[in-house]
């Protein structure tokens, strides 16, 4: 324990969420809920306005919906969030030396290493600087906590969400800790804290009055012991700017359960290859390959194959994912696949039946391998399509250009229009995008309908939240203007799409919804790994929270309920 408060954990407020309202005027004091929108997608984010109907992180889309029917419903953009998180670290960075990034909205800073801060004034002042210079830098807020030791730091933390900013003075951790629930210590979870709630303990004094000896008869020695140095305050780990990384993996969960075997073996061949483009990306190589398989019943299977060496080669890693794959039985359907690498090195080692079996292909006119874009419910899909959002797909036949490519589009992702300028997609459907034109810092923007392969709108890159005004010469139509283009509807109903992305198409912010019956939206996938769709090889790139089914801590495909 230091004798000053200067570590600080920051954690930025339903990040995904609070970027895309600053995005998006018309959504702000609106709920919004990000995540993958299939029927097994999940929640990443919701909104403060959205936890008020009971949404949260982790939760089934589906009783999301339930629960919040008229909420904004909108598919994660990582790339967007990234850009958010690298202006933040930066300001992290400046502080000092050792910060260590948990996601892309959370980290800790030692004040200390950096000559931020000495004592309690210094650090204070440290603290308050930094929140206004997220907001001045992002437009968004974070929440920080200040205090001897990290395990404190993250407490204070979220104790002074949303907005603001606490401090645990050295001495009185005890006090402040002795009344909170056990969950809040790191390293007790769900099974943890209902076997110290059965044994009579559900707060941090009762686990200081239980004594080490009981905890550690209850828990065994490592757990005990570290649970009851927690619930005295104790905390001696240092801040670590890097961290080894362990293993990288991508997972796909499906709208609806695999049975044919050729289609699973086709699923784990590009979750292989998706995962070699990250172990790339990360600048590593491994030699463990590890196949995961949840059935029907929710039962999980692993299988691993350990190679001579490590590998980078996609060939090396899809072939020993097929192979594992033969020893799973896949009867009555498989609802999540996820193929990962582990064992990474700095070096690789190749393998040279794998490049001559690669050479064979290549000469029989096999197709190189490439990295595709991933499975059904859109996992890590922001990388692989444009910035905007839209998709080309190949319809049957169109391999002598006889059919026109179907342009498919995100709802929440950017565009651009050449009359009306930049907007976002809020839903798609009978050959029909509807686009909300507005952008930071404008008055909410009106709706706009037009045809999907209209050419005069097209995909974009995110504008930044700050410093954007409304261009210059470019028109934001306020409400009741009518200049219609030729696809463009001013006036009247819109067509009912079938991906809507918010349910309310109104020019700004309205009254908040009332909770009120849904329609049944499906199963969801609990909120398991399985939802992330693989791990990103470096904390600061990874998404702390949840994600739907299916992809790099990714999204679901556009929504496939009517309003």
């Not at 075997?261 to 061949?269: D, F, P, Q």
């Amino acid at each position: 324990m230091r004798p000053a408060p200067t570590i600080l954990h920051l954690d930025m407020d339903a990040f995904y969420a609070a970027a895309e309202q600053a995005a998006k005027p018309s959504l702000r004091g609106k709920p919004v809920i990000v995540g993958g929108l299939g029927p097994r997608g999940v929640v990443a984010t919701a909104s403060y306005e959205a936890r008020r109907f009971g949404a949260h992180s982790a939760m089934p889309m589906a009783q999301a919906r339930r629960l919040a029917p008229n909420a904004a419903y909108l598919v994660p953009r990582f790339s967007f969030y990234r850009a958010i998180s690298d202006q933040v670290m930066e300001l992290l960075r400046s502080l000092s030396p050792l910060v260590e990034p948990l996601s892309l909205d959370e980290a800790f800073v030692d004040l200390e290493a950096g000559g931020a801060a000495h004592d309690l004034p210094s650090a204070l002042a440290a603290g308050e600087r930094l929140r206004v210079d997220i907001r001045a830098v992002t437009g968004l807020t974070g929440s920080v906590g200040l205090a001897g030791s990290k395990m404190l730091a993250k407490i204070a933390s979220e104790q002074a969400k949303p907005d603001g900013l606490v401090m645990m003075e050295p001495g009185a951790e005890r006090e402040l800790l002795g009344p909170l629930s056990v969950r809040i210590l790191p390293g007790v979870g769900p099974a943890t804290g209902e076997h110290l709630r059965r044994a009579g303990m559900t707060t941090c004094a009762d686990l200081a009055e239980a004594g080490e000896d009981e905890l550690v008869r209850l828990l065994g020695r490592a757990h005990g012991t570290s649970l009851y140095r927690m619930a005295l305050g104790h905390d001696e780990r240092p801040v670590v700017a890097e961290r080894d990384t362990k293993s990288v993996s991508v997972e796909d969960t499906f709208d609806v359960d695999l049975h044919d075997r050729v289609r699973i073996r086709t699923e784990v061949e590009r979750l292989a290859l998706r995962c070699v483009a990250r172990l790339r990306e990360s600048g590593h190589s491994g030699r463990t390959i590890v196949l995961k398989v949840r059935r029907y019943d929710f039962s999980t299977l692993t299988r691993s194959e350990t190679l001579r060496g490590p590998t980078d080669d996609a060939s090396v890693v899809r072939e020993a994912a097929a192979r594992l794959l033969e020893s799973v039985d896949t009867t009555g359907g498989v609802r999540l696949l996820g193929v990962g690498v582990s064992g990474l090195a700095d070096y690789t080692q190749e393998d040279l039946f794998a490049q001559a079996s690669a050479a064979a292909e290549a000469a029989a006119g096999a197709p190189a391998a490439v990295f595709p874009a991933p499975g059904p419910d859109g996992a890590g899909e922001q990388d692989a399509r444009p910035a905007g959002g839209a998709r080309e797909t190949d319809a049957a036949g169109e391999a002598e250009g006889d059919v026109p490519a179907v342009r498919e589009w995100t709802p929440g992702h950017d565009v651009r229009h050449d009359l009306y300028g930049a907007g976002w997609v809020q839903g798609s459907g009978v050959g029909r995008v509807t686009v909300r034109f507005e952008r930071p810092g404008s008055p909410p923007g009106r709706v706009r309908t037009f045809r999907v392969d209209d050419p005069d709108l097209m995909p974009s890159d995110p504008l930044p939240l700050v410093g954007v005004g409304v261009r210059a010469g470019a028109e934001v139509p306020e409400p009741g203007a009518g200049a219609a283009g030729e696809a463009g509807t001013d006036a009247g109903p819109l067509p009912v799409p079938e991906s809507a992305a918010v349910a309310d198409a109104g020019p700004g912010p309205g009254p908040e919804p009332e909770p009120g019956p849904a329609p049944d939206a499906g199963g969801a996938d609990g909120p398991g790994g399985a939802g992330r769709g693989g791990q990103s090889s470096s904390p600061a790139s990874r998404p702390k929270e949840r994600s739907s089914g299916g992809g790099a801590g990714a999204s679901g495909d556009a929504e496939s309920s009517r309003p």
